[in-house]
């Protein structure tokens, strides 16, 4: 967890694009907020790997979403069951549980779906607030950070020019 806390605050720090850090935290969101073992999770994860977000920032957003969806999760049953149990809705569902692959989705559990169409809904706000502030991080906090002289020191020790060339920034 402080390996992952750690690759964050470097990230943060880096020079990558804020728009890849908040869309691992973005993905990371679908997937702590709803249920594990689920074949949408999956998918998310591969997508993670396949595009260029950042990894750390993806894997912290899923612990801290994760203890998060404990909340959330009442609400994520009631939207479910108001959908699940919808009239109008009904036959819809009748035809999608007949297909093999949603059977395996769980779309059928109102805690599933519910926390699916949470984190769908929230999926675009949370990318957006995120990058404004990994934004607003690089501007002023480590702008103001930078400025004290135990930082300026450290960082014109010959150790710290060792770490930057052992850890690759």
Do not use: C
């Not at 994760?66 to 009442?74: E, K, T, V």
């Not at 569902?93 to 984190?119: D, V």
């Not at 929230?122 to 502030?133: C, D, E, I």
């Not at 014109?156 to 930057?164: C, D, G, H, N, V």
Request: without cysteine; hydrophobic residues 55%.
């Amino acid at each position: 967890m402080l390996t992952l806390l750690a690759k964050l605050i470097n990230a943060l720090n880096s020079d990558s694009s804020p728009r890849q850090i908040a869309a691992g935290i973005s993905l990371g969101l679908i997937i702590g907020l709803t249920p594990l073992f689920s074949l949408h999770n999956l998918l998310v994860l591969i997508i993670a790997f396949l595009i260029r977000i950042n990894l750390g920032g993806f894997f912290l957003a899923i612990t801290f979403f994760a203890g998060f969806s404990y909340f959330i999760n009442p609400l994520a049953i009631l939207l479910g069951e108001s959908l699940l149990t919808s009239s109008s809705l009904e036959a819809m569902w009748h035809a999608l549980y007949q297909l093999s692959a949603l059977k395996l989705a769980h779309y059928h559990h109102t805690l599933t779906l519910g926390s699916l169409l949470i984190s769908l809904v929230l999926f675009l706000p949370v990318m957006w607030f995120s990058q404004f502030l990994i934004i607003r991080y690089r501007v002023h906090i480590k702008a103001f950070i930078e400025k004290f002289k135990i930082v300026r020191a450290i960082k014109a020790s010959k150790f710290y020019s060792i770490y930057q060339s052992v850890a690759g920034a």
